[in-house]
């Protein structure tokens, strides 16, 4: 029992994804639109993939589909290399030359080079900042590819570009990790490569601002750790990849002529494509998606929609559909009778019950694997300790540049920490209060985070326990957010953050930790700030009801009965909607708390559960359910009722059920309980 894995976490796919999401394109496109070199052009579109070698496959029972590698109408990777080809080759000789201390090596182009007359850089010396130039040789800088090796013995690291003087730039592909880059002055931009992939490291791009750049047709941004991207000033933009970022919406309306769009492994629970009807590949894979219309995409014709959680999926307004992969979804039935040009389908990991006509349709030819009915495997996360549990947790991350860390000797400062690690889209790491545990550190370490929070005064988590945090590699800062109780600890943090939250906060005592620890996966995935109620007076003190109005939150949810926050909390915040969540227990209340979620878009796909008992188990869960836009219920023996009825009421979207903690945290009676109620 337990012993299944997971599927992919959103780090883990990211970096194995590297070369399966080139979608760009439409540089084709473009270079056809300008009249420019042909090796600029990318190559026909190959035939469907031919990934399985056999007949239509099935899955056993338990089973987790494979989902092949994404395939793509066009070969991005080999055309990229194409139209990057030696300057020798096309009649040009290359130069170096010395500008502000960096080294260029370049070419002079003509009108037949790729992107017309002008100077094409194609590589240059590392820095921790390069300023490109606005020309060579008198020639406008039209051109610039750059890894950042030339004339400097292969020293890539991590920096700054400006390419604001570089006025005339059309193609700009940089192929080295990036902290910071600056298009705006680039309004002839046609390309923008900032790929992280390209040398298996990710960029460090948060903040990627393309809004002057009107002319772009192409942009690769994959690989990023950015949270917004903001499209609306790139009406011309025919090829989008920003796949393997923090994305929780991505607005696509402004950008009627997108032809390819590959979105793959951000956290986005909707998308929006009925403004795109030129669109013909979409990629949206490991994303939140309970809900996909492609009905306006009637050029469509490669859909990879795979480990979302999609309970249905209608491809009848997609008469050009040639490969469909939307395999590890929850879909319950699959009509492609319409689809007359499929030839690859992939739809395995569901439970679609009549599977007849697929069969008869497909069941002996090869790029076809059909679904079978399923069971929902449960996962124990349990370690010897506590900590060694949360380390088991904290390695479904991947890396991420932040981190929270918490004491596990006492839940008051720690409450509120999911809100801020769910802005960061990070674990919660757990360590003694006097001594920083090796499973904090080595956590710390392999998630290569540069910035810490600590959450809680020195009584939390000491000063000695943060000075050995900032010894560790990598890290370059360590802040602490404390206040002088567990209540002015939650104000802090919503200060840190403030600018990126959500319209929506929750209230929960300080008294006990079991109701915001329910509501904590609904406030890392949201963006949810956490209040704390006065334990003595059950109500908001004055700088807390304070920092809610001047917040501009449009509703609040009040977690936990009258007895915990009292109805004179609604009082104090008339004018704004409140929601309570309660129980006649913690446990029924985890349980309201956990419906509700559901109700209002979060998933029972990967749902955790933890105990009431103790808190530490359940706080670093609460991390990753947020992180999969799923719910935690709390569970104990003598209330296992709550954790039973959810899961029976919400068993079809389940697809795998984490518990965190040993047996002695979740008992072995409540996970058979668990199992029968998946029956």
């Not at 600590?454 to 000491?462: E, F, H, K, L, T």
Request: with cysteine; glycine share 8%.
């Amino acid at each position: 029992m337990g012993g299944q894995s997971r599927l992919s976490s959103f780090d883990q796919y990211r970096m194995r994804s590297r070369l399966a999401v080139g979608a760009i394109a439409a540089v084709a496109t473009c270079a056809l639109a300008l009249g420019l070199h042909p090796a600029f052009a990318f190559a026909d579109a190959p035939e469907a993939p031919d990934a399985i070698a056999e007949d239509a496959i099935t899955l056993e029972e338990g089973e987790t589909a494979e989902v092949p590698e994404a395939e793509l109408p066009y070969d991005a990777i080999a055309a990229e290399a194409d139209q990057a080809a030696d300057a020798q080759d096309m009649g040009y000789d290359t130069k170096t030359t010395t500008i502000d201390g960096i080294v260029y090596k370049y070419y002079i182009g003509d009108e037949h080079s790729q992107v017309g007359a002008g100077a094409y850089v194609v590589n240059t010396s590392s820095a921790a900042a390069v300023v490109l130039p606005q020309k060579i040789e008198g020639q406008d800088v039209v051109y610039v590819r750059t890894d950042g090796t030339e004339g400097a013995k292969n020293e890539v690291g991590p920096f700054v570009l400006d390419a604001s003087k570089a006025v005339a730039l059309k193609y700009l592909q940089v192929n080295n990790p990036l902290t910071s880059i600056d298009v705006s002055a680039n309004s002839s931009l046609v390309y923008l490569g900032v790929n992280g992939y390209y040398d298996g490291d990710a960029n460090g791009l948060s903040v990627l601002d393309v809004t002057k750049c009107a002319a772009l047709l192409s942009l690769d941004c994959a690989g990023n750790q950015l949270d917004s991207l903001d499209l609306s000033g790139n009406p011309e933009l025919q090829s989008l990849n920003c796949a393997g970022n923090r994305l929780s919406s991505l607005d696509l309306s402004k950008n009627s002529k997108l032809v390819s769009l590959s979105c793959g492994g951000n956290r986005l629970a909707s998308l929006d494509v009925s403004k795109n009807a030129k669109l013909q590949t979409l990629q949206c894979q490991n994303n939140r998606l309970s809900a996909l219309d492609v009905s306006s995409n009637e050029m469509l014709g490669h859909l990879y929609c795979p480990n979302n959680y999609l309970t249905k999926l209608d491809v009848s307004k997609n008469p050009e559909l040639v490969y469909l992969v939307c395999s590890n979804n929850d879909l319950r039935e699959l009509n492609v009778s319409k689809n007359t040009k499929l030839t690859s389908l992939y739809c395995a990991g569901n439970r679609i019950a009549d599977t007849k006509a697929l069969t008869e349709r497909f069941g002996t030819q090869k790029n076809v694997v059909l679904p079978q009915k399923m069971t929902t495997p449960i996962f124990r996360y349990a370690g010897a300790t506590a900590l060694d549990t949360m380390a088991l947790v904290s390695d479904e991350f991947g890396r991420c540049d932040t981190v929270v860390v918490a004491t596990m000797d006492g839940y008051w400062d720690a409450l509120t920490a999911s809100s801020l690690a769910g802005l960061h889209h990070c674990p919660i790491i757990l360590t003694e209060s006097s001594n920083l545990s090796w499973q904090a550190s080595q956590a710390i370490l392999k998630l290569g985070a540069s910035k810490v929070f600590i959450a809680g005064g020195p009584a939390a988590v000491s000063d000695g326990v943060k000075k050995d945090i900032e010894k560790l590699e990598g890290v370059e800062s360590v802040d602490r957010l404390a206040g002088d109780i567990a209540i002015n600890t939650a104000l802090k943090i919503y200060e840190e953050g403030k600018g990126s939250w959500g319209k929506t906060a929750v209230v929960a005592t300080s008294a006990t930790f079991q109701d915001a620890l329910s509501v904590s996966p609904y406030a890392y995935a949201n963006n949810a700030p956490i209040f704390l109620a006065n334990a003595s007076t059950t109500t908001l003190d004055p700088q807390v009801l304070s920092a809610i109005k001047e917040g501009g939150f449009e509703r609040i949810i009040i977690v936990g009965g009258k007895a915990a926050v009292s109805d004179e909390v609604e009082k104090q915040l008339k004018g704004i909607e409140c929601k309570r969540l309660d129980g006649p227990t913690a446990y029924e209340t985890s349980g309201a708390i956990a419906s509700w979620c559901v109700s209002e878009g979060m998933s029972a796909a990967y749902a955790g559960i933890a105990t009431g008992s103790a808190y530490y188990d359940a706080l670093a869960g609460s991390s990753l359910c947020g992180l999969n836009n799923s719910v935690l219920v709390l569970a104990d023996d003598a209330y296992r009722t709550n954790v039973s009825g959810f899961i029976a009421s919400n068993k079809a979207s389940a697809r795998q059920l984490n518990v965190f903690g040993g047996t002695a945290a979740v008992s072995e009676a409540t996970y058979q309980a668990i199992e029968a109620a998946l029956k």
